[in-house]
Each structure stands twice: as C-alpha cells, then as structure tokens.
C-alpha cells in the first residue's frame, strides 16, 4: 500500500488546471495580478516565506515528544512507548518527519500521514504524503453515514480510509474538509512580492540603472540596433560595471531615464512583504530579521517570544498531537496520548524556577513532580514525593472561630 501511495518514476507531462488547483492557483487564471504564477515552489523563494515556514517547522519537530496518560487525576508517563514513536520512519529521523507535517500543513493547509503495519496491525513506521497527490472525500456507506475516504493520484482506483491516511488540516472553513492553504489566501501578496524581488533583480542586472537611451545620428538597421545594445551591455551590465567608465564615438549621446518615486519605493515594498508573511504565519516580524516594530508588544522581545509560543507554535503543536493520538487508537492504544513539551518554550529558565519554587512552598507540587517536568529521574527513597505547607497558614474562618 505504500508502495501504491507514494508512486515509482516521476511522470513528466504539462501543467492540467488539476496541477495548478493542487498546487494552490487561482484555477481560473493560474497568476496573481501582478503578473506572477504563486504556488508552493514559488512561494519559497521568498526569503520571508522560506524562514517563517524553516522557523516554525524547526521549532515545533524540534520539541520533546512523550505519550501519557491519566491515572488518579494525574498525568503519568505511558510505557513502553510505541515503537514508531521512537523511530518514525526508517529512512528519516523523527525531526524531519514531524517537519514535514508542519511544512505541509504551513504551505497547502492540509497534510497527510500514511502508516505502514504489520500483520497484527501495530504501526511500524509514518510516511508523510505529497498532499497534491491525495484528494479527500466524503462517501456515505451501507447505513448512510458518511464517512471519510481518500484517493492518491499514485494509485488510481485505489480507495483509503482513516485507518490507511491520517488527516492534519489548518484552518478549517465551515462545511469543507480540506484546510485552507495559506499560499492560496495571500497568493495575491506573494505575488507582489515576487514580483518586487524580480524588479530589484533585473533593477541590480542591468548595472542600477532602470533603463537608458543611447543616440546616433542617422538611422540604424535592426542588425546595428543590436551591435550597439549588445556593445553597451557586455562592458556595462552588472553591479560590478555600474560605474565604469562610459566612451560614446560617432556623435553618439546617451540618455539616462530617471527612476520613477513609484519604481524607487520597491524596497519599502519589499520589507513591507516581510510584515505581511509575519502576520500570515503568526511571527513575531524580529525573529524574521525584521527588527523595527521590536517592542510594539508586551514589554519587547522576550513577551514576543512567549507570545510566539503561545500564539504560533501552540495551534500546530495541538493539531500535531491530535494526529499522533489517532494513530495510537487505530493500535489500540486508547488511554494514552501524545504530548509535546511546549512549556519550555512559553516561559525563561527564571520564570520555570520562580514557579516551580511557589508550586513546592504552597504545596501544589512535590519535588519529584518539578523534576518529572524538568526531565529529571525522582528523588531515591521517595524523597521527593511529599508536599510542604507554611506552618503559618491557618483557615480563614479561624479567627472568627476563636473569638467565638
């Protein structure tokens, strides 16, 4: 079935409106209107785009991953551990799986998890699928309820189920049941990007200059209009020729075209896409090198950070964990569920101790819980399990009681 999934040679063929629909194109006209063709590839060559997907990615595939459970009213550790949880993929390490959920899901708004099994039906290993190759549907069985399916383009008249694919979408419009990708909704921003960093492209290519004339008397042939313009370029074109020195023979005048106000706004234009894909993607614009609104929230930098965990990297961490968890019930695990440790990231190695001191002094945590969390072994002897109050702590109706 993997094998069905994943497909064998590359077919190389042209581009249907089936392509540019799974690739995240306006379907009807396939470019932006600016001119520019937006898909996921094109995407990535913006240097905000590729480092707001890298940083996410990085950051969330990253984090300590477990699998717990409740027991008493509290979180225990499962064990042992499943053994796809350990090692994912035989080809990848677990890192680069989980990064390719979250680019999946960051680029085309939805990402597709496929599990090899063994005869008993324990999972052995993930696969994380092209999601332009898999289409979900919603198909209705023998008592009417609909319930989801898949089908890959890699292996035609093939039909999935939950059990074969798991499903991880962003966000979610109401009645669809595919994410909404994030390419697709800003393609039009990304395309006035792209565009910009064309023009500084071309803008630097041809020597700084945005365009020039060059005069002779008479009239040239298309063959001596070539001569002199391909003249021109070879000894000036280029950032490392545009200062040379300039020599005009034959009563030849050259003419410079003043850059536009509009043409020499496309840096303000270029760092203000650096903005937009900060809000597309929930970063804080500094951690994108974009350090000018520094302190517009909270008290600087560090409460952007914390925000950055709460706000950005949370919703992937939930949905990933959601996915994990699912693929554990179809195993039959159906107590635990996966966990990632976000909480190192929500808060400074002072503001863990300040808390973790208060915890233990109030008594809300044993020593041994504040090592659990730490990833430190318990205290021998048991050390560590009590709970400690002040002696000074009394009821509040403690006084009225004994005036009484």
Known sequence: MIRRLLGGDIERRELTFSDIWRRGLDITTARTTSGEMVDHDAALTLSAVYAAIRLLSDSVSTLDLDVLYRSQGSEQKFRPLPGWVLDMNAELRNHEVLGQIVT???????????????????????????????????TPNDDSIQRLTYTSAKAPGKTFTTRDI??????????????????????????????????????????????????????????????????????????????????????????????????????????ATVQDVARLYGVPPHLLADASGSTSWGSGLAEQNVAFAQFSLRPLVTRLEAALTSIMRSEGIAVAYARFDLESMRRSTSD????????????????????????????????GTKHYVPLNLAPVDAEESSSL
């Open 104 to 138: 999946s899901l960051l680029l085309d708004g939805n990402a597709y998890i496929t599990t090899l099994r063994d005869t008993t039906g324990r999972v052995i290993h993930l696969t994380v699928l092209d999601p332009g190759d898999i289409t979900p549907t919603l």
């Open 166 to 271: 798991t499903m991880v979408r962003g966000l979610l419009k109401p009645g669809q049941i595919e994410g909404v990708s994030p390419v697709t909704a800003a393609r039009e921003f990304l395309g006035l990007g792209i565009a910009v960093q064309k023009f500084g492209a071309s803008f630097f290519g041809n020597g700084a200059l945005p365009g020039a004339l060059i005069e002779v008397p008479g009239q040239l042939t298309p063959e001596g209009v070539a001569q002199v313009k391909s003249a021109w370029n070879d000894v000036h074109r280029g950032a490392a020729n545009g200062s040379r020195l300039a020599v005009l023979t034959e009563s030849a005048k050259f003419s410079k075209i003043s850059l536009s106000p509009e043409d020499s706004q496309f840096l303000q234009t270029k760092q």
């Open 352 to 383: 863990r101790w300040d808390s973790y001191s208060t915890a233990i002094q109030t008594g809300v945590l044993s020593i041994d819980e504040v090592r659990s969390y730490e990833n430190l072994p318990a205290l021998p002897d048991g050390q």
